[in-house]
């Protein structure tokens, strides 16, 4: 379990500060600004699961290996970003693509420390929202998690794979890769038919 969580966690924080690395270069920061994106958006759903977990230092601020995975992505955005733009929708699908390992490896480590099943998936959703936020909040946006079709709840469903994965004595790879691919797919989908949560009612019908 300790190596799976250790691939994901390292695989997410490389898609994620893509993500973060690419929204930072579209807003036109400059290199320093671009990189700090690029770790923030990373490392804070993850620092956030550890402090509450009670797994201190947190893994992104007392392993190398972390923070030179993102830094290296942020790099890559910042020197190649007009081939990572020939994607479509890069920053979505990087994004989704962290969401969906985060989420199952924040419930993973969850359950590794023995919180409770429910706990456990709440803290990888938290593992994955975490960072798009405070990235969203830098940029001064409001979070894609309180506007955007289905990422919190994607990431709910990813990790409430891996609990229930857990509990029925499954195999750990193919629990945590079904939640993953189920979180991504839920995501990508969301994007793609435009699929909303419903929305705040409003007195005045000419709001949106």
Do not use: N
């Not at 958006?41 to 601020?61: E, K, M, N, Q, Y």
């Not at 419930?107 to 938290?126: E, I, N, R, T, V």
């Amino acid at each position: 379990m300790k190596a799976l969580i250790l691939a994901l966690d390292l695989v997410g924080t490389f898609v994620f500060a893509l993500a973060g690395a690419t929204a930072g270069v579209r807003r036109r920061l400059d290199i320093f600004g671009v990189l700090v994106l690029s770790f923030v958006t990373a490392s804070a759903g993850g620092v956030a699961r550890d402090l509450l977990i009670g797994a201190v230092p947190p893994a992104a601020l007392s392993d190398w290996r972390y923070f030179a995975t993102a830094m290296l992505a942020g790099l890559v955005t910042f020197l190649w970003y007009p081939t990572i733009e020939r994607l479509r929708t890069p920053v979505r699908m990087f994004d989704a693509a962290g969401l969906a390992l985060f989420a199952v490896a924040g419930a993973g480590k969850s359950l590794a420390y023995g919180l409770h099943p429910f706990a456990a998936a709440l803290l990888g959703m938290l593992t994955g929202i975490g960072g798009g936020m405070l990235r969203d909040i830098l940029l001064a946006e409001v979070p894609a998690v309180l506007r955007s079709d289905l990422y919190a709840v994607a990431a709910l469903a990813g990790a409430g794979v891996v609990v229930i994965g857990a509990a029925l004595a499954l195999p750990q790879t193919a629990t945590a890769l079904a939640g993953a691919v189920l979180c991504f797919a839920l995501r990508m989908l969301a994007i793609r038919y435009d699929w909303h949560l419903p929305r705040a009612w409003s007195r005045d019908r000419r709001l949106p």
